[in-house]
Protein backbone atom coordinates (compact mmCIF):
# COMPACT_ATOMS: atom_id res chain seq x y z
CA UNK A 1 0.00 0.00 0.00
CA UNK A 2 2.59 2.55 0.43
CA UNK A 3 4.67 1.26 -1.98
CA UNK A 4 1.32 2.07 -4.40
CA UNK A 5 1.05 5.47 -2.81
CA UNK A 6 4.47 6.36 -3.35
CA UNK A 7 4.50 6.03 -7.05
CA UNK A 8 1.31 7.88 -7.04
CA UNK A 9 2.91 10.90 -5.69
CA UNK A 10 6.01 10.50 -7.77
CA UNK A 11 3.53 10.06 -10.88
CA UNK A 12 1.83 13.03 -9.98
CA UNK A 13 5.03 14.88 -8.78
CA UNK A 14 6.33 14.56 -12.26
CA UNK A 15 3.03 16.02 -14.18
CA UNK A 16 3.46 19.09 -12.47
CA UNK A 17 6.97 19.29 -13.15
CA UNK A 18 6.35 18.91 -16.73
CA UNK A 19 3.34 21.17 -17.00
CA UNK A 20 5.21 24.23 -14.83
CA UNK A 21 8.36 23.29 -18.05
CA UNK A 22 5.53 24.41 -20.41
CA UNK A 23 4.40 27.58 -18.94
CA UNK A 24 8.48 28.34 -18.99
CA UNK A 25 8.62 27.34 -22.99
CA UNK A 26 5.65 29.43 -23.52
CA UNK A 27 6.12 32.34 -21.51
CA UNK A 28 9.49 32.63 -23.45
CA UNK A 29 8.18 32.03 -27.11
CA UNK A 30 5.87 35.24 -26.03
CA UNK A 31 8.61 37.55 -24.78
CA UNK A 32 10.61 36.49 -27.91
CA UNK A 33 7.40 38.00 -29.97
CA UNK A 34 7.38 40.89 -27.78
CA UNK A 35 10.88 42.03 -28.59
CA UNK A 36 10.36 41.06 -32.14
CA UNK A 37 7.43 43.36 -32.41
CA UNK A 38 9.16 46.30 -29.83
CA UNK A 39 11.94 45.91 -32.01
CA UNK A 40 13.11 49.51 -33.19
CA UNK A 41 13.42 50.90 -36.78
CA UNK A 42 16.59 51.49 -36.45
CA UNK A 43 17.45 48.00 -34.75
CA UNK A 44 15.49 46.40 -37.73
CA UNK A 45 17.50 48.23 -40.84
CA UNK A 46 20.93 47.51 -39.42
CA UNK A 47 19.96 43.86 -38.85
CA UNK A 48 18.26 43.33 -42.37
CA UNK A 49 21.60 45.89 -43.55
CA UNK A 50 19.42 48.04 -46.08
CA UNK A 51 17.65 51.05 -45.47
CA UNK A 52 14.08 50.75 -48.04
CA UNK A 53 13.75 54.52 -49.45
CA UNK A 54 10.61 55.63 -51.40
CA UNK A 55 11.34 58.25 -53.88
CA UNK A 56 9.44 59.00 -57.43
CA UNK A 57 12.64 58.56 -59.66
CA UNK A 58 10.98 60.86 -62.15
CA UNK A 59 11.68 63.94 -60.94
CA UNK A 60 15.17 65.78 -62.16
CA UNK A 61 17.39 66.91 -60.86
CA UNK A 62 16.34 65.57 -57.89
CA UNK A 63 15.43 61.69 -58.16
CA UNK A 64 14.87 60.18 -62.19
CA UNK A 65 16.91 57.52 -64.29
CA UNK A 66 19.90 59.05 -66.34
CA UNK A 67 20.64 57.69 -69.99
CA UNK A 68 22.00 54.64 -69.26
CA UNK A 69 18.74 53.67 -66.82
CA UNK A 70 20.71 54.38 -63.40
CA UNK A 71 18.54 56.06 -60.89
CA UNK A 72 20.30 59.05 -60.10
CA UNK A 73 19.90 62.54 -58.60
CA UNK A 74 20.51 64.69 -55.61
CA UNK A 75 17.91 63.37 -53.50
CA UNK A 76 19.64 59.72 -54.50
CA UNK A 77 23.19 60.65 -53.96
CA UNK A 78 22.34 62.16 -50.26
CA UNK A 79 19.81 59.23 -49.21
CA UNK A 80 22.82 56.55 -50.76
CA UNK A 81 25.55 58.59 -48.45
CA UNK A 82 23.16 58.75 -45.31
CA UNK A 83 22.57 54.79 -45.81
CA UNK A 84 26.37 54.19 -45.80
CA UNK A 85 27.09 56.23 -42.85
CA UNK A 86 24.85 54.27 -41.44
CA UNK A 87 26.17 51.40 -42.52
CA UNK A 88 23.85 49.56 -44.37
CA UNK A 89 22.86 49.71 -48.56
CA UNK A 90 20.20 52.45 -49.53
CA UNK A 91 17.21 50.11 -51.38
CA UNK A 92 15.51 52.28 -53.84
CA UNK A 93 11.43 51.57 -54.10
CA UNK A 94 10.02 54.15 -56.60
CA UNK A 95 6.72 55.03 -57.06
CA UNK A 96 4.58 58.12 -57.77
CA UNK A 97 4.23 60.85 -55.89
CA UNK A 98 0.67 60.18 -54.71
CA UNK A 99 1.28 56.89 -53.45
CA UNK A 100 4.23 57.76 -51.77
CA UNK A 101 3.08 58.78 -48.53
CA UNK A 102 0.83 55.51 -48.19
CA UNK A 103 3.81 53.75 -49.09
CA UNK A 104 5.60 55.18 -46.25
CA UNK A 105 2.31 54.43 -43.50
CA UNK A 106 2.23 50.86 -45.00
CA UNK A 107 5.83 50.02 -44.10
CA UNK A 108 6.96 49.97 -47.99
CA UNK A 109 9.69 52.20 -47.11
CA UNK A 110 11.53 53.38 -44.04
CA UNK A 111 12.46 56.76 -45.64
CA UNK A 112 11.36 59.02 -48.02
CA UNK A 113 14.15 60.82 -49.95
CA UNK A 114 11.69 63.29 -52.53
CA UNK A 115 12.28 66.90 -52.19
CA UNK A 116 9.43 66.28 -49.12
CA UNK A 117 8.88 70.34 -47.51
CA UNK A 118 8.66 70.44 -44.52
CA UNK A 119 5.70 71.85 -43.49
CA UNK A 120 3.22 72.16 -40.25
CA UNK A 121 0.65 69.87 -41.65
CA UNK A 122 2.77 67.12 -42.28
CA UNK A 123 4.46 67.15 -39.50
CA UNK A 124 1.16 66.82 -37.16
CA UNK A 125 1.69 62.73 -39.07
CA UNK A 126 5.27 62.41 -39.95
CA UNK A 127 9.22 62.80 -38.32
CA UNK A 128 11.60 64.54 -40.63
CA UNK A 129 15.39 64.81 -40.71
CA UNK A 130 17.01 68.07 -39.99
CA UNK A 131 16.56 70.17 -43.24
CA UNK A 132 18.88 69.07 -45.89
CA UNK A 133 18.54 71.74 -48.92
CA UNK A 134 16.36 74.82 -48.85
CA UNK A 135 14.87 76.90 -52.10
CA UNK A 136 13.08 80.34 -52.90
CA UNK A 137 11.54 82.22 -55.35
CA UNK A 138 13.95 84.34 -57.80
CA UNK A 139 14.20 86.81 -60.12
CA UNK A 140 15.52 85.84 -63.29
CA UNK A 141 16.81 88.60 -66.11
CA UNK A 142 19.58 88.95 -69.07
CA UNK A 143 23.04 88.78 -68.45
CA UNK A 144 23.19 92.75 -69.41
CA UNK A 145 20.33 93.56 -66.98
CA UNK A 146 21.69 95.89 -64.43
CA UNK A 147 18.22 97.38 -63.80
CA UNK A 148 16.16 94.54 -62.04
CA UNK A 149 17.49 93.98 -58.50
CA UNK A 150 14.74 93.50 -56.75
CA UNK A 151 11.18 91.88 -56.50
CA UNK A 152 9.70 95.72 -56.16
CA UNK A 153 11.64 96.33 -59.69
CA UNK A 154 9.07 93.90 -61.03
CA UNK A 155 6.16 96.68 -61.31
CA UNK A 156 5.73 97.24 -65.07
CA UNK A 157 7.64 94.81 -66.55
CA UNK A 158 6.10 91.34 -68.35
CA UNK A 159 7.20 88.51 -66.61
CA UNK A 160 6.76 84.68 -68.12
CA UNK A 161 4.68 82.27 -65.71
CA UNK A 162 2.90 79.43 -65.78
CA UNK A 163 -0.25 80.18 -64.98
CA UNK A 164 -1.09 77.81 -61.91
CA UNK A 165 2.39 78.47 -60.28
CA UNK A 166 2.34 80.62 -56.63
CA UNK A 167 5.36 82.01 -58.29
CA UNK A 168 2.99 83.88 -60.92
CA UNK A 169 1.18 85.10 -57.69
CA UNK A 170 4.46 86.87 -56.75
CA UNK A 171 5.05 88.25 -60.04
CA UNK A 172 1.62 89.76 -60.26
CA UNK A 173 1.65 90.88 -56.74
CA UNK A 174 4.79 92.82 -57.31
CA UNK A 175 3.09 94.69 -60.07
CA UNK A 176 4.72 92.86 -62.75
CA UNK A 177 2.30 91.94 -66.41
CA UNK A 178 1.98 88.01 -66.96
CA UNK A 179 2.50 86.45 -70.41
CA UNK A 180 1.74 82.76 -69.56
CA UNK A 181 3.70 79.88 -70.17
CA UNK A 182 3.52 76.25 -70.36
CA UNK A 183 6.79 75.48 -68.27
CA UNK A 184 10.14 76.69 -67.49
CA UNK A 185 11.72 76.26 -70.44
CA UNK A 186 9.61 78.37 -72.12
CA UNK A 187 9.66 80.90 -69.62
CA UNK A 188 13.60 81.22 -69.82
CA UNK A 189 13.27 81.36 -74.04
CA UNK A 190 11.23 83.98 -73.62
CA UNK A 191 13.24 85.87 -71.54
CA UNK A 192 16.64 85.09 -73.40
CA UNK A 193 14.55 86.21 -76.75
CA UNK A 194 13.86 89.50 -75.07
CA UNK A 195 9.99 89.04 -75.82
CA UNK A 196 9.41 89.39 -72.01
CA UNK A 197 11.54 91.29 -69.07
CA UNK A 198 11.71 88.41 -66.59
CA UNK A 199 10.62 85.55 -64.90
CA UNK A 200 10.06 84.50 -60.99
CA UNK A 201 10.77 80.95 -60.39
CA UNK A 202 12.49 78.62 -58.14
CA UNK A 203 15.75 78.53 -57.92
CA UNK A 204 16.79 75.38 -57.43
CA UNK A 205 15.36 75.21 -60.69
CA UNK A 206 17.29 77.93 -62.28
CA UNK A 207 21.03 76.70 -61.01
CA UNK A 208 19.71 73.11 -62.46
CA UNK A 209 19.15 74.97 -65.42
CA UNK A 210 22.32 77.02 -65.54
CA UNK A 211 24.12 73.87 -64.14
CA UNK A 212 23.56 72.22 -67.49
CA UNK A 213 23.31 75.00 -69.68
CA UNK A 214 26.32 76.75 -69.54
CA UNK A 215 26.02 79.08 -71.95
CA UNK A 216 22.62 80.69 -70.83
CA UNK A 217 22.36 84.23 -71.36
CA UNK A 218 20.55 84.49 -68.21
CA UNK A 219 21.40 85.10 -64.67
CA UNK A 220 19.71 85.61 -60.83
CA UNK A 221 18.90 89.12 -60.23
CA UNK A 222 17.24 88.68 -57.04
CA UNK A 223 16.08 86.46 -54.09
CA UNK A 224 13.23 86.16 -51.68
CA UNK A 225 14.35 86.30 -48.00
CA UNK A 226 11.64 83.60 -46.96
CA UNK A 227 12.81 79.84 -48.19
CA UNK A 228 11.37 76.89 -47.64
CA UNK A 229 13.09 73.47 -46.47
CA UNK A 230 12.77 70.01 -47.39
CA UNK A 231 13.72 66.87 -45.22
CA UNK A 232 14.09 62.62 -45.39
CA UNK A 233 10.66 62.16 -44.35
CA UNK A 234 10.15 58.85 -41.69
CA UNK A 235 6.81 57.79 -39.90
CA UNK A 236 6.09 58.69 -36.31
CA UNK A 237 7.65 56.99 -33.48
CA UNK A 238 11.02 56.27 -34.92
CA UNK A 239 13.22 58.51 -33.40
CA UNK A 240 16.13 56.23 -33.08
CA UNK A 241 16.49 55.95 -36.97
CA UNK A 242 15.76 59.70 -37.41
CA UNK A 243 18.09 60.47 -34.65
CA UNK A 244 21.10 58.66 -36.77
CA UNK A 245 20.15 59.99 -40.10
CA UNK A 246 20.36 63.59 -38.55
CA UNK A 247 23.81 62.77 -37.20
CA UNK A 248 24.92 61.45 -40.64
CA UNK A 249 23.52 64.86 -42.57
CA UNK A 250 25.55 67.06 -39.74
CA UNK A 251 29.02 64.59 -40.25
CA UNK A 252 28.34 65.14 -44.55
CA UNK A 253 28.15 68.71 -43.97
CA UNK A 254 31.14 69.39 -41.95
CA UNK A 255 33.77 66.92 -44.12
CA UNK A 256 32.70 68.16 -47.40
CA UNK A 257 30.53 65.43 -48.61
CA UNK A 258 27.26 67.48 -48.97
CA UNK A 259 29.23 70.36 -50.87
CA UNK A 260 30.60 67.95 -53.31
CA UNK A 261 26.75 66.77 -54.17
CA UNK A 262 25.48 69.88 -53.94
CA UNK A 263 27.65 71.89 -56.26
CA UNK A 264 27.62 68.64 -58.67
CA UNK A 265 23.89 68.76 -58.93
CA UNK A 266 23.26 72.89 -58.88
CA UNK A 267 26.69 74.34 -58.58
CA UNK A 268 26.74 75.85 -55.58
CA UNK A 269 25.74 75.20 -51.81
CA UNK A 270 21.97 74.58 -51.36
CA UNK A 271 22.04 73.46 -47.75
CA UNK A 272 19.86 75.84 -45.31
CA UNK A 273 21.80 78.31 -43.61
Known sequence: MKKKLLFMLLVAFSIVLAACGEGTENNESNT???????ASLFD????????????????????????????????????????????????????????????????????????VGI??????????????????????????????KGFEDLQGLNSAQSLTSNYKDIAEQNGATITPVEGLAQAIQLVEQER????????????????KQKGANIKIAAEAEDASVSGL????????????????????????TYLEISEKWFGEDVSPN
Do not use: C
Open 196 to 211: VDVTVNDKLSILDYLN
Open 44 to 115: KVKEEGKLLIGTEGTYPPFTFHDDSGELTGFDVEIAREVASRLGVEAEFKETQWDAMFEGLNSERFDMIANQ
Open 233 to 256: MFRKGNEELVEAVNKALEEMMEDG
Open 32 to 38: EGATEET
Open 119 to 148: REDRQEKYDFSSPYIQSSAVVVVLKDNNDV
